[in-house]
T-cell receptor, first 113, second 113 residues
Framework: GAGVSQTPSNKVTEKGKYVELRCDPI?????LYWYRQSLGQGPEFLIYFQGTGAADDSGLPNDRFFAVRPEGSVSTLKIQRTERGDSAVYLC???????????FGPGTRLTVT | GNSVTQMEGPVTLSEEAFLTINCTYTATGYPSLFWYVQYPGEGLQLLLK?????DKGSNKGFEATYRKETTSFHLEKGSVQVSDSAVYFCALRPSGGSYIPTFGRGTSLIVHP
């Protein structure tokens, strides 16, 4: 079946602009996770959803970052007033429930110029 | 806090050579341990896992043993193939409370024919 998909695959934006990154989890997976992977680093946790609610957003670096999952399926990660330091690959993963095996999408490479 | 340390790459081997990628961790309690693989242009995939001390995870010819006494989870393969060229990530997931995983920085493996 279809895996986790993320769009766009690449996004180039100017410093100060607003961006939205989309994640389509595997159908039926209730848990959804966002990670950020900087060059040469492993993924770092940002936020986790169980259903529609953000169960843990302790990894969001500051209030410029926000994520939603209004219908418990697709999720959007929103970044306001982007900074060059936000440049990274943003990964999404989903699992059947909290603590289950996570299936990762291919990521969105964000470049802030 | 929790942390995972992996050997730096790239690791460059000839086909059929023996592979070891070292991974050590710091965590309280009894975390679960994982190896993920990321092939070029693809998302992270779970390669193998172990959930308690002395467990051996194995998949596709790769193996890793959970060593509590040395807090290690080294990845091994007896005979690598060109198709094994990828980035390998070691990760831990706490056993209680938060299930948020911690990843290592990744080790790039390059296998030459």
């Amino acid at each position: 079946g279809a895996g986790v998909s993320q769009t766009p695959s690449n996004k180039v934006t100017e410093k100060g602009k607003y961006v939205e990154l989309r994640c389509d989890p595997i159908s039926g997976h209730t848990a959804l996770y966002w990670y950020r992977q900087s060059l040469g680093q492993g993924p770092e946790f940002l936020i986790y959803f169980q259903g529609t609610g953000a169960a843990d957003d302790s990894g969001l670096p500051n209030d410029r970052f926000f994520a939603v999952r209004p219908e418990g399926s697709v999720s959007t990660l929103k970044i306001q007033r982007t900074e060059r330091g936000d440049s990274a690959v943003y990964l999404c993963a989903s699992s059947t429930d909290w603590g289950g095996e996570q299936y990762f999408g291919p990521g969105t490479r964000l470049t802030v110029t | 806090g929790n942390s995972v340390t992996q050997m730096e790459g790239p690791v460059t081997l000839s086909e059929e050579a023996f592979l070891t990628i070292n991974c050590t961790y710091t965590a309280t309690g009894y975390p679960s341990l994982f190896w993920y693989v990321q092939y070029p242009g693809e998302g992270l995939q779970l390669l193998l896992k172990a959930t308690k001390a002395d467990d051996k995870g194995s998949n596709k010819g790769f193996e890793a043993t959970y060593r509590k006494e040395t807090t290690s989870f080294h990845l091994e393969k007896g005979s690598v193939q060109v198709s094994d060229s990828a980035v390998y990530f070691c990760a831990l997931r706490p056993s209680g409370g938060s299930y948020i995983p911690t990843f290592g920085r990744g080790t790039s493996l390059i296998v030459h024919p």
